[in-house]
Nanobody
């Protein structure tokens, strides 16, 4: 069974930092592409950052220069370091993995349950 568990969310003041984690199990992690999304109340889910199996990264314009995505294959975990946080970053943050589960030979898409980030003074 594949599981993605996000953690690290919380309440932070504008200008502050948080580091989110997405811990994966049940999937061939080193070959997986991991993406962070976020969804604010009343808004559509939006893409935030992506990291490929080779470590290439890309970011939404709204977070470029402030957020950094990284991965630790030994810990089967992807991180999202968020600096210079703004009130508009307030959202539930989700990670998505596209990869091959140990129970199959075919890649599938998996989502975590989300972690709340609130930026408020």
């Amino acid at each position: 069974q594949v599981q993605l568990v996000e953690s690290g969310g919380g309440l932070v003041q504008p200008g502050g930092s948080l580091r989110l984690s997405c811990a994966a199990s049940g999937i061939i992690f080193s070959n997986s592409v991991i993406t962070w999304y976020r969804q604010a109340p009343g808004k559509q889910r939006e893409w935030v950052a992506i990291i490929t199996s080779s470590g290439s990264t890309n970011y939404a314009d709204s977070v470029k220069g402030r957020f950094t995505i990284s991965r630790d294959n030994a810990k089967t975990t992807v991180y999202l370091q968020m600096n210079s946080l703004k009130p508009e970053d307030t959202s539930v943050y989700y990670c998505k993995a596209v990869g091959v589960p140990y129970s199959s030979n075919y890649p599938r898409e998996y989502w975590g349950q989300g972690t709340q980030v609130t930026v408020n003074s």
